[in-house]
C-alpha cells in the first residue's frame, strides 16, 4: 500500500485594471493569516469546490465584485512549504473584466483594499503574496518557494 499524498489548495485571483494595477487587501491584527500585511485576493479552497469555483467565491466574499467563470484566465501555479512544513498548492487567475465596484466586503478582517503596481508591491506585502507578484511580472507560469517563518498563506 503506497503512502496517499495530500496537500492543501489555495485560490488567488489577480483582478488586472488597464493601469496593470491588481486589487489587494491590507490585513487588520484581527487577522491569524498575514496580519498587518498586504496581501492578493484568494482563501483556502473549501470542499466540493473546483479552483474556479473557489476563486470566484473568494472574490466575491472579500471585495463584493463578481466576475464571470468565461473571463477567469489561469495565471500560474504555486507550489510551497509553509513554515509549518506542510506542502500548499495554489493557483493563480487573472481577470481584466468584472462587475461591481471594489470595496472592503469584510472589515472584520481587512483595513482596507488597494491596487498596487504588481512589479513594485509595498513593503508590507506579504512574502507569499511578493512572489506571486514577481512570477505574474516575469511571466512565470510556475514557482516553488517555501514561505518563511514569519508567513502564512495568500
Known amino acids: 500500500m503506497s503512502d496517499l499524498y ?21 490585513h ?3 487577522t491569524t493569516t498575514s496580519p498587518n500585511q498586504v496581501t492578493v485576493v484568494g482563501g483556502k479552497l473549501e470542499a466540493g469546490e473546483f479552483v474556479d469555483e473557489g476563486v470566484l467565491r473568494e472574490l ?3 471585495t463584493g465584485v463578481r466576475v464571470a467563470p468565461e473571463d477567469l484566465e489561469f495565471c500560474q501555479l504555486v507550489h510551497y512549504a509553509g513554515p509549518d512544513g ?4 495554489g493557483t493563480v ?4 473584466r468584472w462587475q461591481g465596484e471594489a470595496r472592503n466586503a469584510e472589515p472584520d478582517k481587512h483595513d482596507a483594499i488597494l491596487w498596487i503596481d504588481p512589479g513594485n508591491p ?8 511578493r512572489e506571486v507578484l514577481e512570477s505574474f511580472a516575469d511571466g ?5 518557494l517555501t514561505a518563511p517563518a514569519s508567513g502564512g498563506t495568500s
Do not use: K
Not at 7 to 25: C, F, T
Not at 122 to 129: F, K, V
Open 6 to 26: 495530500l496537500s492543501p489548495v489555495n485560490v488567488i485571483v489577480l483582478l488586472v485594471r488597464q493601469d496593470g494595477r491588481v486589487l489587494a487587501v491590507r
Open 28 to 30: 487588520n491584527t484581527t
Open 60 to 62: 466575491e466574499e472579500e
Open 86 to 89: 506542510v506542502r500548499v498548492i
Open 93 to 96: 487567475f487573472t481577470a481584466q
Open 122 to 129: 509595498p513593503p508590507d506585502c506579504h512574502p507569499y503574496t
Open 140 to 144: 512565470r507560469r510556475y514557482t516553488t
